[in-house]
């Protein structure tokens, strides 16, 4: 069974950056798609960046020059680092792996959340104005 930790969630002021990271045990983290996920109090879990087992990212439009995706296959870990943050980054940040191999580029896949099947249980962000 997958297991999903994520850590690195915090207050920061606007402006400010984080480092989100994910822990994965389990399965073969290598061929795993991984995505970063979002939800705010009131609102939609919403797609941040996924990143493929061959390395292709994608990224929410409205996050792009803001938030990267890495993998650090050594570690099982998946890295989603923030900066430039805003008030309404603040959200809840969960990440999701998808363990069917998937070898195609497909920016719509990757960001479908019912294409995940594990997650994590969320670290939470908070930026203040």
């Known amino acids: 069974q997958v297991q999903l930790v994520e850590s690195g969630g915090g207050l920061v002021q606007a402006g400010g950056s984080l480092r989100l990271s994910c822990a994965v045990s389990g399965g073969t983290f290598s061929t795993y798609a991984l995505g970063w996920f979002r939800q705010a109090p009131g609102k939609e879990r919403e797609f941040v960046a996924a990143?493929?087992?061959?390395?292709?990212?994608y990224c929410a439009d409205s996050l792009k020059g803001r938030f990267f995706i890495s993998r650090d296959n050594a570690k099982s870990t998946v890295f989603l680092q923030m900066s430039s943050l805003k008030p309404e980054d603040t959200a809840v940040y969960y990440c999701a792996v998808d363990q069917t191999f998937p070898n195609f580029d497909s920016e719509t896949y990757y960001k479908l959340s019912n294409n995940y099947n594990d997650w994590g249980q969320g670290t939470q962000v908070t930026v203040s104005s």
């Open positions: 990143i493929t087992w061959r390395r292709s990212t």
